[in-house]
T-cell receptor
Framework: AQSVTQLDSHVSVSEGTPVLLRCNYS??????LFWYVQHPNKGLQLLLK??????LVKGINGFEAEFKKSETSFHLTKPSAHMSDAAEYFC?????????????FGKGTKLSVKP | DGGITQSPKYLFRKEGQNVTLSCEQN?????MYWYRQDPGQGLRLIYY???????QKGDIAEGYSVSREKKESFPLTVTSAQKNPTAFYLC???????????FGPGTRLTVL
């Protein structure tokens, strides 16, 4: 069965320090992986996606993620946190082709950024 | 601008009432989805539709109904059979062959 686990429900960093949000996945297939961000009471916005091309994926707002098949991980990083990065982040796996509602969402990691 | 709109932003329902949440997209996407979001639960799929006049149940379809009469529109009705409807509801769309989904701004439903 396919699944995605976000290892931390809450991460707190100081402004200007690195961000690491951890995600592990389980999939019988070669997955597509995504990170989405959600600000309070807003919809989800795509940060970046991995679709079996380069394993290091660059996204918007300085975020990037590395696909590591041997570790079944897709951790999200940013070198220097900004106050505007405070939000909830979702790791998502797409399992198989087609649009049959086959996105599986992690439970989310809430990122707090201290001044 | 292309995108997905949801209305209303906030909705209050009395127990026993049906309410309908609107979702419209102008991205020319074939597939549309409804999700429910509860704190600490991530997103759970309610219904999805790949084509006009066709839709499929997701993981938590009980107490909800949908229609897909137009490609651009995918309204969700929360019926009185849904025992705990208070939640944040998100609509999304994608191309026919899946991949990334584009999300609307959401509707927050509260039962009084």
């Amino acid at each position: 069965a396919q699944s995605v686990t976000q290892l931390d429900s809450h991460v707190s960093v100081s402004e200007g320090t690195p961000v690491l949000l951890r995600c592990n996945y389980s999939s019988s297939y070669s997955p597509s992986l995504f990170w989405y961000v959600q600000h309070p009471n807003k919809g989800l916005q795509l940060l970046l996606k991995y679709t079996s091309a380069a394993t290091l994926v660059k996204g918007i707002n300085g975020f990037e993620a590395e696909f590591k098949k041997s570790e079944t991980s897709f951790h999200l990083t940013k070198p220097s946190a900004h106050m505007s990065d405070a939000a909830e982040y979702f790791c998502v796996v797409s399992v198989g082709g087609g649009s049959q509602g086959n996105l599986i969402f992690g439970k989310g990691t809430k990122l707090s950024v201290k001044p | 601008d292309g995108g997905i709109t949801q209305s209303p932003k906030y909705l209050f329902r009395k127990e026993g009432q049906n309410v309908t949440l609107s979702c419209e997209q102008n991205l020319n996407h074939d597939a549309m989805y409804w999700y429910r979001q509860d704190p600490g639960q991530g997103l759970r799929l309610i219904y999805y539709s790949q084509i006009v006049n066709d839709f499929q149940k997701g993981d938590i379809a009980e107490g909800y109904s949908v229609s897909r009469e137009k490609k651009e529109s995918f309204p969700l009705t929360v019926t009185s059979a849904q025992k705990n409807p208070t939640a944040f509801y998100l609509c999304a769309s994608s191309g026919l062959y899946g991949g990334e989904q584009f999300f609307g701004p959401g509707t927050r439903l509260t039962v009084l």
